[in-house]
C-alpha cells in the first residue's frame, strides 16, 4: 500500500501560526485581508472561494468579495482590479480563473499590483518563479506541491521529475520550482509523444492535466510519488483526479488523495501569502 500523502497536516503546520500573526498585525490596527475577485457563478470557482474563505475565518483574515456578472466586459473587469489596487485595506487579491475570455484575463493579471499579487499570477511574479529573484509569491497551487514534498521529505536532489501539464497555474510554475530544489525536470503536454513511458521515468511525478483519471497503471512504476493537482467530479458525482487512484495507488511508493491533497494545502499556502503580504504593508 503507499503512503498517502495527506494534505491536512502540511496545511495546519503551514497555517499555525498565521492566526498569531493576524492577531499581532490587529493590534497594529492593520486586519489583514483578501479580496477575492469572481466573474459568474462557476460551480468549480464558488467550489474554491468557498475552500479559501474557510481557511481566512481560521487564520485571522477578512475577505472582501469582489463579484461581476457573468458576460462582464474586458473594461468592467479591469476596473475592478484598478479599485482592488486602490483599496489600502486590501492586501491580497484572488482572483478565480480560467476567465472565459483569456486576453482579458492576461490584461487583469498584468494589471494587478504586484505587491497584492498573492497568487503569483503578475509578470513579476512569474518572472520570481523563472528567476529567483524578486520578492514575488509563486502561484498558490504549484507551491502548495512543494510543500507536500518538504513536509514528507520526498527527496528531490538529483531525482528525476516529470509534471504533466504547461500552464502558468501549475505545470511550468511547479517544474521551476522543482529545479530550483535540483530536480532534473521533464515538463510534458499534450502533444507529447509516448507520455506513459516518460512518465514512467519519474521518481517524482506531478499530474496537472486536468483529465481526470488519466494517468492509470500505465503511467507508474514502483518506487514513485504522485502529487495529483487534478480536482474533478466524475460520473458519480464524487470528487476526483488527474491519477486513477485504484489503479495507481497500488503500484506507487506515496500519492496525494483527492480529495484531501493538494487542494487543502493550496487555501493555506494562500492565507500565508496574504499575512506575509499585510506585514510587508507595515
Ligand atoms: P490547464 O487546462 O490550464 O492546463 C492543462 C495542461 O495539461 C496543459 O498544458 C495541457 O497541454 C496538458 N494536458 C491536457 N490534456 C493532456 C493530455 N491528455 N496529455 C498530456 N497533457 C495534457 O489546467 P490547469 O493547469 O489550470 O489545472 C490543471 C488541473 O489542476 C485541473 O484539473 C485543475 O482543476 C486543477 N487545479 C487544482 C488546484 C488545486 O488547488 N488542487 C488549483 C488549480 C488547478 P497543452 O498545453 O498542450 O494544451
Not at 35 to 46: C, F, K, S, T
Not at 149 to 164: E, F, Q, T
Not at 197 to 207: N, Q
Not at 244 to 252: G, I, L, N, S
Amino acid at each position: 500500500m503507499a503512503q498517502l500523502l495527506k494534505g491536512a497536516p502540511v496545511a495546519a503546520a503551514l497555517s499555525a501560526e498565521l492566526a498569531n500573526r493576524s492577531d499581532a498585525l490587529k493590534a497594529q490596527g492593520v486586519t489583514p485581508t483578501l479580496a477575492i475577485l469572481r466573474v459568474g457563478e462557476r460551480p468549480d470557482d464558488i467550489s474554491y472561494e468557498t475552500g479559501a474563505v474557510k481557511r481566512c475565518e481560521k487564520t485571522g483574515i477578512a475577505v472582501k468579495k469582489v463579484l461581476l456578472p457573468a458576460g462582464s466586459t474586458s473594461e468592467e473587469l479591469l476596473k475592478a482590479v484598478r479599485q482592488i489596487n486602490g483599496d489600502p485595506a486590501v492586501h491580497g487579491c484572488l482572483m478565480l480563473r480560467p476567465l472565459p475570455d483569456a486576453d482579458a484575463e492576461w490584461a487583469a493579471c498584468c494589471m494587478l499590483s504586484p505587491e497584492k499579487d498573492v497568487d503569483g499570477v503578475t509578470p513579476s511574479a512569474l518572472g520570481t518563479v523563472f528567476t529567483g529573484r524578486g520578492a514575488g509569491y509563486p502561484p498558490c497551487t504549484a507551491q502548495a506541491c512543494m510543500e507536500i514534498l518538504s513536509y514528507y521529505g520526498i527527496p528531490l536532489d538529483g531525482k528525476r521529475a516529470v509534471v504533466i501539464g504547461r500552464s502558468l497555474v501549475v505545470g511550468r510554475p511547479v517544474s521551476m520550482l522543482l529545479q530550483r530544489r535540483n530536480a532534473t525536470v521533464t515538463m510534458c503536454h499534450s502533444r507529447t509523444a509516448d507520455l506513459p513511458a516518460v512518465c514512467r521515468e519519474a521518481d517524482v511525478l506531478i499530474a496537472a492535466a486536468g483529465q481526470a483519471g488519466m494517468v492509470d497503471a500505465s503511467y507508474v512504476r514502483s518506487g514513485q510519488v504522485v502529487i495529483d493537482v487534478g480536482i474533478h467530479v466524475n460520473e458519480a458525482g464524487k470528487l476526483c483526479g488527474d491519477a486513477a487512484f485504484d489503479a495507481v495507488e497500488p503500484v506507487v511508493e506515496a500519492i496525494t488523495p483527492v480529495p484531501g491533497g493538494v487542494g487543502a494545502v493550496t487555501t493555506a499556502v494562500l492565507a500565508k501569502h496574504v499575512v506575509e503580504a499585510a506585514e510587508r504593508c507595515l
